[in-house]
């Protein structure tokens, strides 16, 4: 079932027309369907049904509040990399017990605020990350639970800067060093040991990475506990890709992968955290678009439209596919050109697709990019000076808009001349 489809000749998400929300926000915008959260979710964490599991929702991948309150209804949990995106998961509603927090790169600030609102675990990726812990912890008179991110070193992942689990990747405790830093963790006063996290990569197409890293890591749970240490919980990371309508992959099923991680921990009496995060939002949302002009190259059509790089980075910056089509429905018999959809930002780079077959679009018509609820409107800046893009969020035959378009002044608003000018 597809919450973003055409009837009555025009697309539609869920029951309002594409359209209307142009007509009253503007383009370009995200346009999110709660249907698809939540049917993504249910079928994510049902997958799990029987095991002790929190799906703690990757924030990074669309970290709008109304996008995690629309989640914690359902129960989930968050999955944090910055101290703004724990203030964003607690504003949202997500209780601090079911949030993790994880990333290289944490400030003693963002440990003291994770501490104050009593998180449940850091996944800790280094030892001068893991003393600082202990000294923030020592200050608040407090323990702070960890859980060592291990780097495993399985190769997965759908593009080379989104693989994250193999030794050459900053990411993650190297293998042979784990055991000397769970002993090092149980000598500190501050800290206490809960578990393993292993997180090996973004757009994984099939279980085999997910099935190496898990015995890797049983294994790994195995010794833990023979030297003593309590391992109550095996985090697992995210990473199940998700069709992005290029036929370039086919990922398993989310129930497959459940099966999968069920059949595997079976006897490693842990809790298993989950941290999804394309696979929940990434074909929950649409970025919304319209085309300016259409220009006669030397030897191509560019639809130049009016989203940009900073709106949707992902074409630019990992060559990924986006399946476009147009707002109005193109009917039975069509003309198809080939086009370059460009944005209108001073880069070459800003360029969605090349030589793409599209029902033939004139100015002033809509279209859309599919599959772009994750890592969409959450990695858009404001470069050229062009406002952040706004979403939306439909429920139903409803709409809300769930961030605004800045107004220039917005932006100037935060910029000052200095003194001596
Ligand atoms: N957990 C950790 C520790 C992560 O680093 C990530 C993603 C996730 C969970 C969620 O992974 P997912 O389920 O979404 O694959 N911007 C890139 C993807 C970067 C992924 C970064 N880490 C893209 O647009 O493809």
Redesign the pocket.
């Known amino acids: 079932m597809r919450h973003f489809d055409y009837k009555d000749g025009e697309m539609f998400a869920e029951d309002v027309a594409l359209r209307e929300i142009a007509e009253n926000v503007g383009t370009p915008c995200y346009v999110y369907s709660t249907a698809t959260f939540e049917r993504h979710y249910n079928v994510f964490a049902n997958s799990f049904k029987g095991i002790d599991a929190l799906v703690a929702y990757?924030v990074?991948?669309n970290s709008n509040i109304g996008i995690l309150a629309t989640l914690a209804k359902l129960g989930a949990g968050a999955?944090v990399?910055s101290g703004g995106e724990l203030q964003r998961a607690l504003t949202a509603g997500i209780p601090a017990k079911k949030i993790v927090f994880?990333?290289v790169g944490k400030t003693a600030d963002e440990m003291r605020a994770a501490l104050m609102a009593g998180i449940r675990v850091f996944?800790v990726e280094s030892l001068p990350e893991l003393y600082v812990l202990n000294g923030v912890a020592a200050e608040m008179d407090v323990k702070a639970p960890i859980a060592f991110?291990v780097n495993p070193d399985v190769t997965a992942g759908?593009?080379e800067?989104?693989s994250?689990g193999k030794k050459e990747n900053k990411?993650g405790i190297a293998w042979s060093h784990a055991e000397r830093a769970y002993a090092e963790a149980a000598s500190l006063d501050n800290i206490e040991i809960v578990g393993v996290d292993v997180?090996i990569?973004?757009?994984?197409d099939n279980l085999a990475p997910f099935e190496k890293a898990i015995a890797k890591v049983g294994d790994l749970i195995s010794r833990l506990r023979a030297n003593g240490h309590t391992i109550r919980s095996f985090d697992i990371?995210?990473?199940?890709?998700i069709p992005y309508g290029d036929n370039s992959i086919t990922p398993p099923p989310p129930d497959q992968y459940g099966a999968m991680v069920k059949r595997l921990t079976a006897d490693m009496n842990v809790e298993m955290i989950f941290?999804?995060?394309?696979?929940?939002s990434?074909n929950a949302g649409i970025l919304l678009s319209k085309v300016l002009y259409v220009k006669e190259g030397e030897d191509r059509k560019f639809l130049i439209v009016d989203a940009a790089m900073n709106d949707l980075?992902?074409p630019a910056?990992?060559d990924?596919y986006h399946e476009i089509e147009p707002v109005k429905a193109p009917g039975n018999a069509y003309d198809e050109v080939t086009y370059d959809v460009v944005g209108p930002i001073c880069e070459s780079g800003d360029t969605f697709t090349k030589a793409r077959d599209l029902p033939e679009m004139k100015a002033g018509e809509l279209l859309v990019m599919h599959s772009t609820g994750?890592?969409g409107a959450a990695?858009a800046s404001q470069y050229n000076t062009r406002p952040l893009v706004p979403e939306v969020l439909v429920k139903n035959g409803s709409y809300e808009i769930i961030r605004e378009r800045p107004t220039i002044a917005d932006i100037l608003k935060t910029e000052r001349l200095p003194s001596w000018l």
């Open positions: 990757s990074k991948a999955d990399v994880s990333g996944n991110r759908g593009h800067k989104i994250t990411f997180h990569g973004s757009q994984i990371g995210g990473g199940l890709g941290e999804p995060g394309r696979m929940i990434g980075l992902r910056l990992y990924a994750a890592y990695q």
